[in-house]
């Protein structure tokens, strides 16, 4: 019962946040989100699970009730958490908690409506991640996008309207490609399946997968739902060439909301590729599709990096360095070894504290400057050297520096794709992939010689001053965090390999 | 001798399409609402007429309601003919268009 | 009783600690964290000594300490289930690299206290935390039992470097200077980062010793003619080699990835002394040594490190001649230097190599410490035409200044000599034999000339003639914590060479080649990691002439005398109290070696020309053709939209019309549906 309660303190204290006067608002938000961060904390030492959830391994946490009955099919209440969702779990409350302190300098209207609204895509997060019944699931996946939509649209930048509404409409497209596509794989199964929990859909995929459905062979529909659902996802991670709402909801977004974005809402993206396709379909579908998704993966990396390097935006910059981050999961995935998975499973909580920590840092530097442009100001070092030390240690932690999860990550996928056999040439597609984190140095280190160093230079008609204590404090945390799993990766891939193994299977 | 239910039919339905010449052609209201009524009116004796027909009480009773309908339907196209004329010192239909997009 | 072996992290682990104190509470200690840093490494080098003397005593260390990411064995997976650990390495090698990073770190830091602390600069504890961190990176990377390990400090290292030459960040070179020196490593370690992957995903391992070492499993695969990765072992050995080594010519400066070693001078010289002697630059070529066995199974790569180590030491030589700035000669001879050392090693000298690493370890701090003397001797002038007459007014830095120069020269007795002429020694028996080798001896012969005409003009336009410029003729004083470590330095340049007195012990037949012996495994000994070791690996055939005796000394007496032909030039063409500009009678020549043949110029060009426009143009293509579809499709429904709305005119007539059509065509399509007209 306990992700129950975390769910439901989440969603409780997302309404009380909600109605409480502005004045109180961010610090009541603050003290009801370590509630959850501290139960998810908990859970992380008191984990007893083993195996994937999806492949007969034994969850933790888990609890499944009967909810709709639906002609022949049951919908129920089904959560559990395995070594791959329990650390996105931890993710995503200690990001939320971090994001909400974060939030007090630069939100000064609505607080309450705000921080509600956080709190509430906090809870709606954690149901992505534990839901194990496909139904359940996809009611979490769709209300994340409600509150973001508004925080977008409510509290963001000058073209707010434009970003939010691109960002809900592509995204709710592609949920609606990936929904069609499943339920036609659920008729398809047939008889083999009666609900529409996830275990038991797997189960049937891997035994035979699906009967001839409206005129369509099976191994026609498994092949042609397996890309309809890649690409529902790939809108959501995002991958080239579906990755443009990203960097105009990044530039709009509030601070906290650009943090959740990057840091939580695209690892969805990730994780249900990596629960839905890599693990429900049997590897010789995957490997039908080796080719091209690894050559997507790498134009993402190159590509991504690239329309960094011509950016001016900090906010930008960072954006697309996202979808650059997040080609190298999808590396990761199709590598389809031990190291390339777990690796990019590693990735994405690692890009979470990592991406998170940039935006925080670029959030600090817009409170005090009011500007993001590269081209604006120089030589801030000068003016806020807290906050600037730590915006240089996460830049090095976005080019992969080593001791920081960054490396470790980058380097578990590079390992895992080199040696892939799924992949036909696997080494020349990772150094393809690789060549990533040369760029990546390039358009840091540009950005940070153009705006940090150099003699102090910014038009303003008010003092710029450090940031207070509060502002900083998160990226502390996030900086701690990072350097921990650098240092020791272990802490969280030994149940991520745990749970990563039944996928590969015997197959490989 | 009774008139066959064939007149009654025929007498409503000219009376439906006088109704609804003046809803297409009339622009100020309150021959608009005129209109409706005759319209309402013609479905009133259809009602009747079959009624009559069928020996039953049931055409009769809609009938009742119907004129009920009408005298409250009345009430509030007034009301709202007044709200026009005040807002728009007019009562031509076509003028109040703003709420269309 | 407690051996030196238990406390070998503690090497590494206390310049760490300085850096985390410098960094916390620098602000408030009375040197600003410089006192934490000279403790750190003072302790580091009292155990690296004691490392060191243990080695000595016939023992060797080598343990896994940590294990930092643990692939399951029993995955079905296969190799992927590897484990990646941290684990120290204390061999006869390391040690020696041990003692001599702490002994320069340990200089460095006492020298800052003049140069950094006396000049009243702003920001010291983090100079200081920075330079723990620095000093750190490299103890851990030279005890690296592992190349992940390696190359995981080696960034650490690009890091710290990159921290330290961007110390000043308020003007604009420094960052820039910086930003390069890191990029252009960077692209050095992708290769090298691309080497470790795909040794691990070939062999299993990373280890550097021992039986499960990636050394011993590449031989195993030569031997058994395996095929890796769809090319015959030894070529993919060739090749996984070559690509490590993009990071070794990346740090080590080596053409074409020397361009950001002379802008790194934009850091303080004190950090210019730790890089080019200890710690950034040597990582490279310390790194070939350690896995040594590696390339001597690849005499393809070893062909390629001796061509460009020759080719570089003659091609950074030659700008060197042109410099006017004391650290840019500085610069281009370490690139220089570092060019001999890898040629050394490409020969198979792997003895004279690492000879010359240490060697020039100390006379390169020497010389760069005494440049920083000497700048705080001019006011912070670096411009050598704007010196001059310091030799009577600085007598410790001119004398420990000329130790220092005479030993990169090359002239007997001091102990570049002996290494360089052990390099060049070995790359000349091997010419003969192997033309390709020949051509690399050559060059790096060649450049020996250069390297006096540098050396001297640099020593005679600073010290000698006349004062040329008001802060040359009152030069500020300089203070203990600067003489010091000159003193030590200087000492060292000039009797290091005892180490390893090769050319004696083959004239005269005494066992004086300690240093060979040393690394020979004469007393303690990882197997596998000794020179004979290596040498029977790689088999090179010697040649000679007449003699090995006379070989010997033709090749001694080619190098010293052209060194000594260089210096002389050097003191004919400068000396006097006027020196004339020599340099630009060049014409031609002299621009573009000014311009160092236009390296830079192409690497920008790369980076600014092309790199920036193409991605300015996928920035375009973006934004116009990829988010055009999707605005694009959003338009089209807007579009259509915009069409359809009007029907909704706000006229109720219309509406009544609407409907009233709508129902005739119901009644006319259910009525011929139907068959009612019929």
């Avoid at chain 1, 709709?68 to 939320?96: K, N, Q």
């Avoid at chain 3, 296969?78 to 090698?93: A, C, H, R, W």
Wanted: with cysteine; glycine share 10%.
């Amino acid at each position: 019962m306990i992700i129950e309660t975390l769910i439901a303190v989440t969603l409780v204290g997302a309404l009380v946040t909600f109605l409480a006067p502005n004045r109180i608002a961010g610090k009541l938000a603050f003290a009801i989100s370590l509630i959850p961060a501290a139960v998810s904390l908990w859970m992380f030492t008191a984990f007893d699970g083993s195996g994937n959830a999806l492949l007969e391994g034994t969850l933790a946490f888990e609890s499944r009730f009967e909810w709709i009955t639906l002609g022949e099919y049951t919908i129920s209440w089904f959560v559990g958490l395995d070594g791959i969702s329990l650390p996105l779990v931890v993710l995503t409350t200690v990001l939320t908690s971090l994001a909400i302190v974060s939030s007090w300098t630069p939100i000064d209207d609505r607080e309450a409506q705000f921080y509600g609204l956080v709190l509430f895509i906090e809870a709606n997060l954690i149901g992505v991640f534990v839901a194990l019944d496909f139904f359940l699931w996809f009611i979490f996946w769709e209300a994340v996008l409600i509150p973001m939509y508004l925080l977008i649209g409510v509290w963001g930048g000058p073209r707010r309207k434009y970003a939010a509404i691109k960002f809900f409409v592509y995204t709710n497209v592609a949920s609606l490609v990936m929904f069609g596509a499943f339920i036609a794989l659920v008729v398809g199964l047939g008889d083999a399946v009666t609900s529409f929990a996830l275990p038991e859909i797997t189960e049937a995929m891997l035994d035979g997968g699906p009967g001839e459905f409206a005129g369509i062979a099976g191994t026609t529909l498994t092949s042609v739902v397996f890309v309809a659902m890649f690409v529902g996802f790939a809108v959501k991670v995002p991958v080239v060439p579906f990755h443009t709402w990203l960097p105009d909801a990044h530039v709009e977004a509030p601070t906290p909301a650009s943090v959740l974005l990057a840091g939580v809402l695209l690892k969805m993206g990730t994780y249900a590729l990596l629960r839905f396709n890599f693990t429900m379909f049997p590897s010789d579908v995957v490997s039908t599709f080796a080719i091209p998704i690894a050559a997507i993966a790498v134009i993402s990396v190159i590509y991504g990096a690239m329309l960094a390097l011509a950016q001016t935006d900090l906010k930008r910059i960072v954006a697309y360095s996202s979808v650059s981050s997040m080609g190298y999961v999808i590396l990761g995935l199709i590598a389809y070894t031990q190291y390339g998975v777990g690796g990019a499973t590693f990735q994405m909580v690692s890009h979470g504290l990592i991406s998170g920590l940039m935006f925080m840092a670029v959030g600090v530097i817009y409170n005090a400057t009011h500007t993001r442009m590269v081209t604006d100001m120089s030589g801030m070092a000068d003016k806020m050297p807290v906050a600037v030390g730590i915006l240089i240690a996460g830049a090095f932690g976005y080019m992969g520096l080593p001791l920081m999860s960054g490396f470790a990550a980058e380097y578990f996928i590079f390992f895992g794709a080199f040696g892939s056999e799924m992949l036909e040439y696997a080494p020349i597609f990772t150094a393809l992939a690789m060549f990533g984190i040369v760029i990546v140095a390039g358009y840091l280190l540009f950005a940070m010689q153009r705006t940090l160093f150099g003699p102090y230079r910014l038009e303003t008609d008010y003092e710029v001053t450090r940031a207070p204590f509060h502002d900083v404090a998160p990226m502390f945390v996030l900086l701690g965090l990072i350097i921990a799993l650098g240092v020791a990766p272990e802490l969280i891939f030994d149940m991520i390999r745990d749970a990563v193994d039944p996928i590969l299977g015997g197959e490989l | 001798m009774t008139v066959p239910v064939e007149y009654y039919v025929l007498l409503s339905l000219a009376l439906f399409c006088i109704g609804l010449f003046g809803v297409l052609t009339r622009r100020n209201a309150l021959m608009f609402l005129m209109s409706v009524e005759l319209m309402l009116n013609a479905a009133t004796i259809n009602l009747i007429a079959f009624a009559f027909y069928h020996g039953n009480l049931t055409g009769q009773v809609f009938a009742l309601f119907a004129m009920a309908l009408a005298a409250a339907e009345v009430a509030v196209g007034l009301g709202i003919i007044l709200v026009l004329y005040r807002n728009f010192r007019d009562v031509d239909v076509t003028v109040p268009s703003t709420m269309r997009w | 009783m407690a051996t030196a072996f238990e406390f070998a992290p503690a090497i590494a682990l206390f310049p760490l600690a300085a850096f985390v104190i410098a960094l916390a509470f620098g602000k408030y200690m009375p040197k600003k964290g410089a006192l934490a840093g000279i403790a750190a490494t003072a302790a580091s080098l009292v155990f690296s000594l004691w490392a060191f003397v243990t080695v000595a005593g016939g023992e060797t260390y080598h343990e896994t300490l940590y294990e930092w990411a643990v692939g399951d064995p029993t995955s079905e997976a296969g190799v992927q289930g590897i484990e990646f650990t941290f684990g120290i390495l204390l061999d006869p090698l390391s040690t020696l690299m041990l003692v001599i990073v702490s002994l320069i770190a340990l200089l460095v830091h006492v020298f800052s206290l003049g140069y950094m602390n006396a000049e009243g600069e702003t920001g010291l504890p983090r100079y200081y935390a920075e330079l723990g961190l620095f000093t750190f990176s490299m103890l851990a990377f030279v005890f690296a039992d592992n190349l992940l390990m390696a190359f995981m400090f080696f960034e650490l290292v690009g890091l710290c470097s990159y921290l330290l030459i961007g110390f000043w960040f308020r003007t604009e070179s420094a960052p820039s200077a910086a930003k390069k020196a890191f990029l252009v490593t960077r692209f050095g370690d992708y290769f090298f980062l691309l080497g470790v992957v795909a040794i691990a995903a070939t062999f299993g391992t990373l280890q550097f010793a021992g039986p499960e070492s990636f050394v011993d499993a590449a031989a195993d695969a030569i031997d058994g003619e395996e095929t890796l990765f769809g090319f015959g072992a030894e070529t993919w050995v060739t090749i996984t080699g070559l690509l490590v080594l993009g990071g070794v010519i990346g740090k080590s400066a080596q053409f074409p990835l020397h361009t950001w070693l002379p802008d790194a001078m934009e850091g303080p010289t004190t950090v210019s002394a730790l890089i080019h002697a200890a710690t950034m630059v040597a990582a490279g070529v310390y790194l070939v040594a350690r896995m040594f066995g590696y390339y001597a199974l690849s005499p393809t790569a070893l062909a390629i490190i001796a061509f460009v180590g020759g080719f570089t030491a003659l091609f950074a030589a030659t700008m060197g001649v042109v410099k006017d700035d004391i650290k840019q000669v500085l610069a281009y001879s370490t690139i220089s230097q570092y060019g001999y050392m890898m040629l050394g090693l490409g020969v198979g000298g792997y003895v004279a190599g690492v000879f010359h690493l240490m060697n020039h370890a100390f006379f390169k701090a020497l010389l760069f410490l005494g440049a920083g003397a000497v700048i705080i001797l001019m006011h912070h002038e670096q411009d050598m035409w704007k010196m001059g007459g310091l030799k009577d007014k600085a007598p410790v830095t001119y004398y420990t200044f000329l130790a220092g120069a005479l030993a990169l020269a090359g002239i007997i007795p001091f102990s570049g000599f002996w290494s360089k002429d052990e390099i060049l020694y070995d790359a000349f028996v091997l010419g003969l034999e192997d033309p390709v080798f020949g051509v690399a001896y050559a060059m790096a012969l060649l450049a020996v000339f250069f390297t006096g005409l540098y050396t001297f003009r640099m020593v005679i336009l600073t010290f000698h003639g006349e004062p040329r410029s008001e802060a040359a003729a009152d030069p500020h004083p300089v203070g203990p914590s600067v003489t010091f470590p000159l003193a030590t330095l200087g000492v060292l340049a000039l009797v290091a060479g005892v180490a390893n007195l090769a050319p004696i012990a083959k004239l005269t037949g005494m066992d004086i080649t300690y240093l060979e012996f040393w690394l020979d495994g004469e007393y303690g000994v990882v197997d596998g990691l000794t020179y004979t070791a290596y040498t029977e690996t790689i088999g090179y055939p010697a040649g000679e002439i007449v003699s090995e005796q006379a070989t010997l000394l033709i090749a001694a007496g080619l190098g010293l005398g052209l060194a000594v032909a260089g210096a002389l030039t050097a003191y004919v063409l400068y000396s006097g109290p006027e020196p004339v500009r020599h340099t630009e009678k060049l014409g031609s020549v002299y621009g573009v070696l000014r311009n160092n043949y236009y390296q830079d110029e192409y690497q920008v060009w790369l980076a600014r020309n092309l790199t920036l426009p193409v991605a300015r143009g996928a920035d375009r293509f973006d934004q116009g053709v990829i988010d055009g579809v999707v605005n694009g499709v959003s338009s089209v429904s807007l579009f259509g939209g915009g069409g359809v709305k009007r029907l909704q005119t706000g006229v109720v007539t219309n509406y009544a019309a609407l409907i009233m059509l709508g129902f005739l065509a119901l009644l006319l399509v259910f009525g011929l549906h139907g068959g009612w007209f019929l």
